[in-house]
């Protein structure tokens, strides 16, 4: 397994739209464990491989209280949403520190592949369905921030823009 560099916000391959998976296989099977290892090393819930420069519908996610149940998500999609929503704080890997309150609905109904290629099909709510939603947004190339303001989206690309320029004047 390897670490993988996740992209940070406002990089435009963020906004790259993932392709569905032809096949469940060997590579695939990689990546999520890839996936699985860097989203637990940054101490995510979630991470979508979009995030990780690799455009495929591809997602893991752990919302457990012990962080020790990872869940894959192979070409999701949602097949039924709760009429009732929720606003709760959102943070994402991709746009680190930043945390805002983002409109969601209150339950969703997911259908994916899991990591062997055996479709499986759930309902969530609270933050594993704040998370999956989260997540599939990515699939489509839309990040958190998009749904703030455009002065509160401008003020954390500033940010975004200013901590990259002195990490990589560190040496990072």
């Known amino acids: 397994m390897a670490l993988l560099p996740i992209l940070r916000f406002p990089d435009p391959r963020l906004n790259t739209v993932a392709k569905p998976v032809a096949q469940v296989d060997e590579r695939i099977r990689r990546l999520v464990d890839d996936l699985i290892e860097t989203m637990y090393d940054h101490d995510g819930v979630g991470l979508a491989a979009t995030q990780v420069d ?3 519908r591809v997602i893991v996610m752990d919302t457990s209280d012990g962080r020790d149940q990872p869940r894959v998500l192979i070409n999701p999609e949602i097949v039924a949403r709760s009429v009732e929503m929720q606003v709760g704080d959102e943070g994402c890997l991709s746009v680190p520190t930043i945390y805002d309150r983002v409109e969601r609905h209150a339950r ?3 259908r994916a592949l899991d990591r062997q290629g055996q479709v ?4 969530a709510e609270g933050l594993t369905a704040v998370c999956v939603q989260h997540e599939m947004d990515h699939l489509i190339g ?8 455009p002065l509160k989206r401008d003020r954390i690309k500033s940010k975004m823009l ?11």
């Open 54 to 56: 690799v455009h495929e």
């Open 108 to 110: 969703v109904t997911v």
């Open 120 to 123: 499986c099909e759930f309902e």
């Open 142 to 149: 839309r990040v958190f921030v998009e749904y703030l303001s």
């Open 162 to 172: 200013k901590k990259t320029r002195d990490e990589q004047g560190r040496g990072r």
